[in-house]
Nanobody
């Protein structure tokens, strides 16, 4: 079992920045690849970013490329999402997720992730 806890959400003006953190705990938490998803009111959950530790590969949704950066410290079982140049359309609940395996063909699918955090609210005002 892996437990995930997000933090760092809040209210920010458009153009501002936030950094989300996700701390993983559990017996084998450091063997999981990590991802971030988000869900806005009335919309489906969507992929934001992911990191595959073994190959040091990162993946991003087109809507956040160049603005968001996923990083982490596998030894500390923590992953971060640095969000810059935030837009009102980035407003959502952001979820951290863990996947035993990530593939280039499935990293964007929520079905690929076994564990999820409770989410943290990010609100961007215009």
């Amino acid at each position: 079992q892996v437990q995930l806890a997000e933090s760092g959400g809040g209210l920010v003006q458009a153009g501002g920045s936030l950094r989300l953190s996700c701390a993983a705990s559990g017996r084998t938490s450091n063997s999981y690849n990590m991802g971030w998803f988000r869900q806005a009111p009335g919309k489906e959950r969507e992929f934001v970013a992911a990191i595959r530790w073994s190959a040091s590969i990162t993946y991003y949704a087109e809507s956040v490329k160049g603005r968001f950066t996923i990083s982490g410290d596998n030894a500390k079982n923590t992953v971060y999402l640095q969000m810059n140049s935030l837009k009102p359309e980035d407003t959502a609940v952001y979820y951290c997720a863990a996947a035993r395996r990530l593939y280039s063909s499935t990293y964007y699918s929520s079905n690929n992730y076994e564990y999820w955090g409770q989410g943290t609210q990010v609100t961007v005002s215009s």
